[in-house]
Nanobody
C-alpha cells in the first residue's frame, strides 16, 4: 500500500507556471510507477503524464507535451509535475497515481491501470 498526497495547486494567469508535488508514504516509493491525471468538473478524467519507477521512461499527453515535465526524487518519496505556459484548458483537479512495479508497461495512460490515487489538488488558470 502507498498513500499519496498532492500539493502545489493554485490560481495562476495564462502563461504562468506551477509545480505540483506528490508525496508518498507507506511501501518503498521506488516500487511504483507514477502518473498524473486531471479532471475538470463534468468531464472525464484524462491522462497527463507518467514516469517509470527509475525515471528512465516518461510519457506525455499531446495536450501538454513541451509544456509539462514529470520528474521524481525517490530519495524524497516525491514525484513532481512542472507546468509551464499554462492555458485555461489546463484548469482541473490534478491527481497523482501509482502503479505496482511488476505491472507493464512501465508508463501507462489508462487510469484503470493505476492502483492508488491521491485526493487531488486544484489548478486554475485564468486570463
Amino acid at each position: 500500500q502507498v498513500q499519496l498526497v498532492e500539493s502545489g495547486g493554485g490560481l495562476v494567469q495564462v502563461g504562468g507556471s506551477l509545480r505540483l508535488s506528490c508525496a508518498a508514504s507507506g511501501r518503498t516509493f521506488t516500487y511504483y510507477h507514477m502518473g498524473w491525471f486531471r479532471q475538470d468538473p463534468g468531464k472525464a478524467r484524462e491522462f497527463v503524464t507518467a514516469i517509470s519507477w527509475n525515471g528512465d521512461s516518461t510519457s506525455y499527453a499531446d495536450s501538454v507535451k513541451g509544456r509539462f515535465t514529470i520528474s521524481r526524487e525517490n530519495a524524497n518519496n516525491t514525484v513532481y509535475l512542472q507546468m509551464n505556459s499554462l492555458k485555461p484548458e489546463d484548469t482541473a483537479v490534478y491527481y497523482c497515481a501509482a502503479r505496482e512495479l511488476w505491472k507493464t508497461p512501465v508508463v501507462a495512460s489508462e487510469d484503470r491501470k493505476y492502483d492508488y490515487w491521491g485526493q487531488g489538488t486544484q489548478v486554475t488558470v485564468s486570463s
